[in-house]
């Protein structure tokens, strides 16, 4: 600054502070160093060592900082600022400063007009008593203009605030927020309402904050008061009846209820270190409570209505699994009465061509050419194999699907992988090895019937997958099938391995889906994996499965189902 603007500055009679903000220092007139006396430039923080003597009317802070000051707001603020403040000269001195705040380039101007004098001058008009009443009444009417005003402007704040959620924990930290800056409260909290006298916090404001106690206990007279609907101001030296801890010093506390239907669902505690709350902002904190239970009842009802929601969609998947379960106990219940009907058909001429294979081994046992009787012999024994093949393959058909058997019993899955397999066998003949990594294993309690299902689903969709490979490579490519069975940490474990086609990345999310399937139309519904799961989940286990291409080029992809022993199903 120069010299010449210091010595302008040095000799107006007004008390002038000029901040540099950019150095971090300032520079007191003659009239500023006569009323403050001479402030020790440690920066411009040092101004704080005024801050404590000066007193503002109520104003409203921008800053979410609770330490942060009208005296601050002079000081940091960018804009002009013209604030009403009273200063303690002594105990029994006061100094009446109109102060203005305003920042030209990089500095910040304060001025302090001294209006004591003319302050004091006005007793000389006191005469008149009814223009003063007059004017009094006019002020009053100014004021209350001006607090409605600020409250209306404070509550739309709010309101705005907590109206930008509606997620109840949020419209209760947002709240705590809110207030701790109407009130500059350094400790607020919200609890929930147990019984009648107790309450237990759920969150606090700000982070940091420490309460003794985590449950709040109050007396008749503090619950009458809310209960009431209204909220309780006063004095304490506790955090609440029962509370061990005291305080040093008495701090002013306010309870708020937070209603739902009338009914007291919690409150917000708060503590401030004013000693006394003036009747704006306990009209002020009213308006907040309606804003609050009126907010806090709009979340509570969203929440409702998203719980029903997800309660609608659980049933709605439950309907769906239904679905999934009808569709396969009618299929399984179809087949069943097909292959009961087909071995009926097949079982009676099958027993005509059995009594004529062994009428013909007799017939042939007597005395006739060599040659012929050999022949003979051969064909006898082919159709005794073929007889056999039949009978056995319509064995395990009925075996397979078991009808007669949809209770809970033991059973030696190796025993039954073996029966899905031969069924297969017409698959699995031609250019498929089928390699048996059997361990011994004990047997287990499971629906036969419903795994033997899953089993040939998988099986099923690695032989088309390999037969999908081998269009692709030529008739060069061995396709293969590995089943491995072990016990491992109380679980069954069966492990389907193939060197198929595989399973495309993008497809792997929706394997389980029902409807999905990568087959063409009319080849697959999209249901048999999706039954397999559920089928797996019914026996309290669990179906995986990865597709991946090995070092040596060649695709690999299992299907791996884990069944605990001791589940109850």
């Not at 659980?314 to 379960?325: D, F, G, I, M, V």
């Amino acid at each position: 600054m120069s010299t010449l603007l210091k010595s302008f500055y040095h000799n107006l009679k007004e008390p002038i502070i000029i901040c540099d903000l950019q150095t971090d220092s300032f520079y007191q007139n003659k009239a500023a160093i006569d009323v403050f006396g001479v402030i020790k430039p440690e920066g411009i923080k040092a101004l704080k060592k005024i801050d404590y003597k000066f007193h503002f009317d109520f104003c409203i802070l921008k800053s979410d900082d609770i330490n942060w000051s009208p005296f601050d707001e002079l000081i940091l603020s960018k804009n002009s600022y013209t604030t009403y403040g009273i200063y303690q000269e002594s105990e029994m001195v006061l100094r009446y400063f109109i102060i203005k705040a305003f920042s030209i380039k990089k500095y910040r101007i304060i001025y302090f007009y001294d209006c004591t004098k003319e302050l004091e001058c006005e007793k000389i008009f006191e005469e008149n008593e009814k223009l003063k009443i007059e004017n009094q009444k006019f002020i009053n009417t100014n004021s209350k203009a001006q607090n409605q005003a600020v409250k209306m402007a404070l509550l739309n704040r709010i309101s705005t605030s907590l109206s930008k959620t509606l997620d109840v924990n949020a419209v209760i930290s947002n709240a705590l927020k809110e207030l701790s800056i109407v009130l500059g409260a350094n400790r607020l909290c919200f609890a929930k309402r147990l019984n009648e006298n107790e309450f237990e916090i759920d969150s606090f404001y700000p982070s940091g904050a420490k309460f003794a106690d985590k449950v709040l206990y109050f007396n008749k007279t503090v619950l009458d008061t809310l209960d009431g609907g209204k909220i309780n101001f006063g004095a304490t030296l506790k955090e609440h009846e029962k509370s061990k801890t005291t305080f040093k010093n008495p701090s002013f506390r306010v309870i708020m209820p937070v209603c739902k239907q009338n009914d007291i669902i919690g409150i917000i505690v708060i503590f401030t270190p004013k000693k006394e709350l003036s009747e704006f902002e306990k009209e002020l904190l009213v308006g907040i409570s309606m804003q609050i239970s009126k907010a806090f009842l709009e979340a509570s009802l969203f929440c409702a209505l998203n719980k029903q929601k997800e309660e609608l969609q659980k049933a709605l998947n439950e309907l769906k699994e239904t679905q999934l379960q009808l569709i396969n106990s009618e299929k399984m219940a179809s087949l069943g009465q097909l292959i009961a009907s087909v071995a009926h058909e097949i079982n009676t001429p099958l027993a005509s061509i059995s009594s004529n294979n062994e009428i013909m081994k007799k017939l042939f046992e007597r005395k006739i050419d060599p040659e012929i009787k050999e022949t003979f012999e051969d064909i006898n024994s082919i159709d005794f194999e073929a007889i056999k093949r039949i009978s056995n393959l319509v064995q395990s058909l009925k075996r397979f699907v078991r009808l007669d058997e949809t209770n809970v019993q033991k059973a030696d899955i190796n025993k039954e992988l073996d029966l899905t397999l031969e069924i297969l066998r017409h698959k699995t003949k031609k250019g498929i090895e089928i390699i048996k990594n059997y361990e011994k294993i004990n047997e287990i309690e499971c629906y036969p019937n419903m795994l033997n299902q899953v089993f040939l689903n998988i099986l099923m969709n690695g032989i088309q997958s390999i037969e999908k490979e081998k269009s692709l490579k030529g008739d060069d490519f061995k396709g293969k099938i590995e089943i491995l069975t072990k016990e491992e940490k109380g679980n069954l474990k069966v492990r389907i391995t193939d060197n198929g086609f595989g399973i495309n990345e993008a497809d792997k999310k929706k394997i389980f889906q029902a409807g999905f399937t990568t087959k063409k139309v009319g080849e697959g519904t999209g249901l048999g994996l999706a039954i397999c799961k559920k089928i797996i989940e019914k026996h309290k286990g669990k179906i995986s499965f990865n597709s991946k291409v090995l070092k040596n080029g060649e695709k690999s992809t299992y299907f791996e189902i884990s069944i605990p022993y001791l589940s109850k199903i």
